[in-house]
């Protein structure tokens, strides 16, 4: 009886992309690290792939010939939570991964080194639960770690103790980081919105958020203000 995927013990990668010397060097890269990796060409070979199962992460072109990375990435997120790492060739590109929300994971912009993508390959599979082990919660943004589940959120390991807005704003942010959010989309993430001093209320929270991130160590201040659109961070 020929094996099948599900009892293969090593995490599989499949990479859509179009030009052959990239995928080429992807899948030596995956591979000599010990990962599995498939490879296909087309935007529309890519969902079948997922919903067979036994797929941990996605790498996908933006510019694949029958699709948009983008759209592909709309339908596996129907249907899918598999890490989707993006890879881009053009600024406009990056653009869209950082403005839309696509539920991209990470993003590549090429030229890009395949050892770098491997690393970034090996970050989304910390996050992927293994079969028959707890998933665990917290996903990495840069130093700071974000527990959705339990509303935790720790910087340099040591737990922040928030409200529940400051906790709203900042998961918000960091789901996106370096995505500049306005004042109206915080509120949306963050609380019911009656008010007609909304700025000032994302404000007031944002400023003590970063009197607690200032405690917590955080020099430089890692939340940027963006006079006149909003807030962004770094992570
Ligand atoms: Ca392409």
Redesign the pocket.
Known sequence: MPRSIYACPMPRVLIA???PAIADAVLYALRSEGLEADHCLLGREVLPRVRAGGVDVVVL?????DASGFDICRELRAVSDVPVIFLT?RNDEIDRVLGLELGADDYMAKPFSPRELVARVRARLRRVPVAGVAADAWTLRGEFALDGEGHRIRFRDQLLDLTRYEYALLSALLQRPGAILTRAQLMDRGWDSDADSADRTVDTHIKTLRGKLRAAGADPDPIRTHRGLGYAIEA
Do not use: F, N, Q
């Not at 072109?61 to 010939?65: A, E, H």
């Open positions: 992309e179009d030009e072109d933006v510019g694949l010939p060739a």
